[in-house]
């Protein structure tokens, strides 16, 4: 009878064993991988369409979790987190939602989980100061993530998104509005385009009279503002400067803007920025050149920021029909109303 009685008992203990010894081990790897004294933290990215397999495989590997497999089943079956020290009152079912977070190795599964359910991501912030071209603002996407320069550049002269803008020009240059911008990764180029346009939309609002142009007459305004942007530096310069070009342009006369051989150079050519503007290159064959051509340049030639912009369309009224460098180091300038004028200045600026 002892023989009978032992065999099950010792079957018994071998599983209870087994089972305590699960326990124990399931809770030893659900722990937090690090105590908060040598806690580090790791930005994971979750793409759209991420299953809870591979998000969790992908915590183990950076070494946020012990044990991907363990991880998963929890995200599948929360109540399995009855077995660990969580409070039971934030059982909840787990969803992922795709984005970007900072994951910390001292939190616990609860914590993990609560994060990546929660959408409350990262953002990736973008600053994109005032002047740069379509290229340029590719460039700083690019470094981030977010896009290659081809693929935003191609979206920018894409017709169809042009037109579904409502702009009339043949390109976004001048219509993606320079400011800090906080996106996702995995956001798609053609959202970002949306931000930025939107928010030039809405900017463009602020200032006085905008609302009272022609699409054709915005387009021309946005064309003056972004050769204003290349050329000024103190603010209150900038509706002087615009000055100097409306009034050229009334009396046929080149601008005369550096700015423009640069942007053919950098934007159309599609080369390196040249360190200066030589003689033979004002003589380059483009619509652009507006050392070859009177009038404004068939498209903008950088994104303007709101100084240029107003100055553009509120441009004051002088005599003034040249302007040059006085202070390299403040962006200071001589305004001048005659050629004679402009050459005293030149000469004094010169010596100086």
Not at 117 to 139: A, D
Not at 175 to 188: N, S
Not at 233 to 261: H, M, W
Not at 267 to 278: A, G, T, V
Request: hydrophobic letters at 40%; one cysteine or more.
């Amino acid at each position: 009878m002892k023989k009978k009685f032992m065999f099950p008992l010792i079957i018994f203990l071998i599983l209870f064993s087994l089972i305590i010894g699960s326990v124990l081990f399931f809770i030893l790897e659900t722990k937090p991988v690090c105590n908060d004294d040598n806690a580090y933290t790791v930005k994971i990215n979750i793409p759209s369409g991420m299953s809870i397999k591979s998000a969790s495989l992908l915590l183990e590997k950076e070494k946020l979790i012990k044990n991907g497999n363990i991880f998963y089943f929890c995200a599948k079956y929360p109540y399995l987190l009855k077995f660990t020290n969580v409070d039971k009152t934030h059982l909840e079912n787990f969803v992922l939602k795709s984005g970007i977070y900072n994951l910390s190795s001292n939190m616990n599964y609860y914590q993990i989980m609560n994060t990546l359910s929660s959408g409350q991501q990262e953002f990736i912030k973008v600053s994109i100061p005032e002047g740069l071209t379509i290229t340029k603002i590719g460039e700083i996407l690019d470094k981030n993530n977010l896009c290659s320069v081809q693929e935003f550049r191609e979206l920018c002269y894409d017709k169809n998104i042009i037109e579904s803008f409502g702009i009339e020009n043949s390109s976004l240059e001048g219509y993606l509005f320079p400011d800090t911008y906080f996106f996702t990764l995995g956001m798609k180029p053609i959202e970002i385009i949306t931000i930025m346009v939107d928010n030039f939309n809405n900017k463009i609002l602020q200032i006085n009279n905008a609302s009272l142009l022609t699409k054709k007459e915005l387009n021309n305004a946005v064309i003056l503002a972004s050769i204003v942007e290349r050329e000024y530096q103190v603010d209150e310069e900038a509706p002087l400067i615009a000055s100097v070009f409306k009034n050229r342009l009334k009396r046929n006369i080149g601008l005369y803007s550096c700015a423009t051989i640069e942007y053919i150079i950098t934007e159309i050519q599609q080369k390196p920025h040249p360190e200066q503007i030589l003689i033979e290159d004002t003589k380059i064959d483009s619509p652009y050149n507006t050392y070859k051509w009177a009038g404004l340049t068939p498209g903008p030639i950088s994104n303007p920021g709101l100084v240029a912009l107003s100055a553009a369309i509120n441009t004051p009224s002088t005599n003034y029909y040249f302007f040059q460098v006085v202070d390299s180091s403040s962006g200071k300038h001589f305004f001048t109303e005659t050629f004679e004028e402009h050459k005293i200045n030149h000469n004094l600026n010169l010596k100086k």
